[in-house]
């Protein structure tokens, strides 16, 4: 009988709108500041976080403290 163990990394960061998500660190692919022409973006939004099936999402935490919580310590 094979086992197999699945470890989640999973962070907390919070939506524009003060929800709390989390996501798997392991399928963070990009972390980037909005750019200016994105006026279409909450003005909470600070970075947006990239996954590896091609999903974004913009955070209120800066990409350089989502970077901290994702890199191996």
């Known amino acids: 009988m094979l086992k197999f163990l699945?470890?989640?990394?999973?962070?907390?960061?919070?939506?524009?709108d003060g929800h709390l998500l989390?996501?798997?660190a392991d399928e963070i692919v990009t972390l980037r500041v909005?750019?200016?022409?994105e006026q279409h973006l909450h003005a909470n939004v600070h970075c947006i976080v990239y996954t590896v099936d091609g999903k974004f999402v913009g955070v209120?935490?800066?990409c350089d403290a989502i970077a901290k919580k994702t890199l191996p310590q």
Not at 34 to 37: C, E, I, M, T
């Open 60 to 62: 209120t935490e800066t």
């Open 6 to 16: 699945l470890a989640l990394t999973l962070i907390e960061l919070t939506a524009p």
């Open 34 to 37: 909005p750019r200016p022409s």
């Open 22 to 24: 989390e996501l798997n």
